[in-house]
């Protein structure tokens, strides 16, 4: 039996890796489940798979997670300090899939204890790569991308050397609204927004799909992730989502990987690397799909790609100032404060400006994040 621990396991990522664990129940015990305020739900999971710990973000929900725990025997605790220790209890493996940089110290305190960390949480890897990664080398631990596009990556480089790599190509599907309009883009709503066309996910990452800035964040977590050098990394349109990316040589030869578009597959190969399990997903009928296709980038309706592919070549504090930029303009963009056009717009005008000094530490980065929202919500109210 291993030990999991789940940040975020009231989110989609959360579900996902809960439905997989119900299947092996055999195979895992759960030391910590952790949610931002979803007391009711997070504490039903923790019964159902006899966790040790809970744990809320959110303070203010701790009562209600007390509650709903009454008489089981399970620990219950909240706030970012609570939400670290749950993390650094040390279990053999754990999923990273809070949403957004909120999981950026809890991932650190994860990979302190130099065990094995699936990441989907990629917004703590573009707000804080470089620190990140030499936590991982520091402690001895294992990081598995969990991200469909990079799990793809991993799986493609299995066996063969970086140094032999000409491109790494990440497969974008568009999103939702691929095929509309500049005009139309500024009329879309938060309701089209998180209607993607192949994945059923949380609603900030359906909106970075719909703007692209998704597939932007992925290229600077592939570029911490798999260093050949950003002028070796490439995206391509690929609206069926077979192939989740793809890996070309220097001898020609380019490996792909295709699957379901369900990410129980990646979150599966994170369970059992470097083995495999069953998932109960359908086996692909590529027959049955009839054909693939693929179309370059269009950064004119879509700028969100070219901002972060700007901020990853500015490198030191850019990528974490895009990224707090961003998730302040999607929460505006979801609460119908602003349009979906303005989401990359203010980003951009984030990234237009002094850009703070290289962080070096986690808490750097997280005082770099904590100004740029708040500057962000600046120009939104004087908007
Ligand atoms: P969801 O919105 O579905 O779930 C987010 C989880 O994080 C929930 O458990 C939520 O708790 C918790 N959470 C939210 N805010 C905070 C906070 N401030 N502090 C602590 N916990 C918080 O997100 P997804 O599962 O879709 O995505 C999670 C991560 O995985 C993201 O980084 C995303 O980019 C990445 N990812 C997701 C994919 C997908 O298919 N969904 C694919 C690839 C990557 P509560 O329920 O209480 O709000």
Redesign the pocket.
Known sequence: MRSISI??????????TLDLIRRNPQEWRVTAL?????AQ??AALAREFGAEIAV???TSCLDDLREALAGSGIEAAAG?RA?CEAAARGADLTVA????C??LA?TMAAIEQGGTVAL?????LVSAGDILLAAVERNGATLLP???EHNAIFQCLQGNSISDVSWITLTASGGPFRDWTGGQLRQATPAQAVKHPN????????V?SATMM?KG?EFIEAHHLFPVGLDRLRIVVHPQSVIHSMVEYRDGSTLAQLGPSD?RVPIASCLAWPRRIDTPCKPLDLPGLGQLSFFPLDEERFPATRLCREAAEAGGAAPAVLNAANEVAVAAFLAGQIGFTDIAAKVDRMLARAIPAPPESLECVLAIDAEARERTMELLEHA
């Open positions: 940040l975020g396991a009231t989110g989609s990522i959360g579900a996902s952790t949610a931002n305020c979803q739900e997070l809320v973000a959110d970012t939400l899939a809070i949403v957004g909120a999981g809890p989907a949480n990629k917004e703590a969990t991200d469909s994945w059923a996910m949380g609603a900030k990452i359906s970075d998704n964040l990410m």
